[in-house]
């Protein structure tokens, strides 16, 4: 299973978490030659429209999918439920040996950076009161993650953002500990009998209006809804009742959501459209 084979290693003491390895004064592991890091860490440009919308949907029903994960599994969450889901979709996007490189994580991290400069909210209009953490906060928690998953690639992203060296250590413990938190808590879980997807998660691209026409071919071309069931029937739902039912429509308001009593993720057309004119506007071509 994606990421959860990786896990698997990790957990056995196979291979060691980020904060367990020895760095030099850069913060990369000590002993390694230089990787090249991927364009999308070194120069904002190098991140297409397309890019941009691809990772931060992939990251949004990603996040979903924890809030999923926690409800469907009573899985422990400590602190507060919207950042564990945030860092389970980074830990979903952040780089592994199945093909994941970090640049749709990167290109999330850039919709909540231009999501804060774009919003005409004055301080005193911000939700501090709100479960989620403010926009900057959630961009900046990915590079640094990112950083802490893939040092060598991602150190250039730091860099490019501003967070400071004395902060990259703490990077660093934090992507380990979310690393080891998440496949502990997903091994548990991994089914040991193949079920066919369409028992389990049924999905459907509903009918879309003229205004979220092209929002939802974008949807579908993306295979955004296709990725989150094929998490859940690497799972094991043997103790559980139901159907997990995914689903991308118009609801008439930009969003996406899990429905605890449902059992099920919808994505709204409206957030594409959303995240379009968003990149859009902050300049992703």
Request: glycine share 8%; aromatic share 8%; net charge negative.
């Amino acid at each position: 299973m994606k990421k959860l084979i990786l896990a698997i290693l990790l957990v056995a003491g196979l291979i060691a978490p980020a904060s367990a390895q020895t760095t030099d004064r850069s913060g990369a592991p000590a002993g390694q030659s230089v990787h090249l890091p991927p364009p999308q860490a070194l120069f904002r440009e190098a991140i297409t429209l397309r890019q941009f919308v691809k990772g931060t949907l992939r990251f949004v029903m990603l996040h979903e999918m924890g809030h999923g994960l926690v409800d469907l599994y009573g899985l422990p969450v400590l602190g507060r439920e919207e950042d564990a889901a945030d860092r389970f979709a980074t830990y979903w996007l952040s780089p592994d040996s199945s093909g994941e490189d970090g640049t749709d994580a990167a290109a999330a991290m850039e919709w909540w950076l231009a999501s804060a400069k774009l919003s005409d909210r004055k301080r005193e209009d911000l939700p501090w009161w709100d479960e989620h953490g403010i926009d900057e906060q959630r961009g900046y928690q990915i590079a640094c993650l990112l950083y802490g998953s893939a040092p060598l690639e991602y150190l250039p992203l730091t860099r490019r953002v501003g967070i400071p060296e004395k902060r990259l250590q703490g990077c660093r413990v934090e992507a380990g500990q979310n690393v080891t938190s998440w496949s502990m808590l997903l091994n548990k879980h991994v089914a040991r009998i193949s079920k066919s997807p369409a028992l389990l998660a049924p999905l459907a691209y509903e009918s879309a209006g003229k205004d979220t026409s092209d929002a939802a071919e974008i949807a579908r071309s993306m295979g955004v809804l296709e990725e989150v069931r094929d998490i859940l029937v690497q799972l094991d739902r043997s103790d559980q009742t139901g159907l997990v039912l995914i689903t991308a429509k118009d609801c008439g308001f930009s969003n996406a959501y899990w429905n605890t009593g449902e059992n099920s993720l919808t994505l709204c057309y409206e957030l594409v459209n959303e995240i379009v004119a968003v990149g859009y506007e902050a300049g992703f071509r």
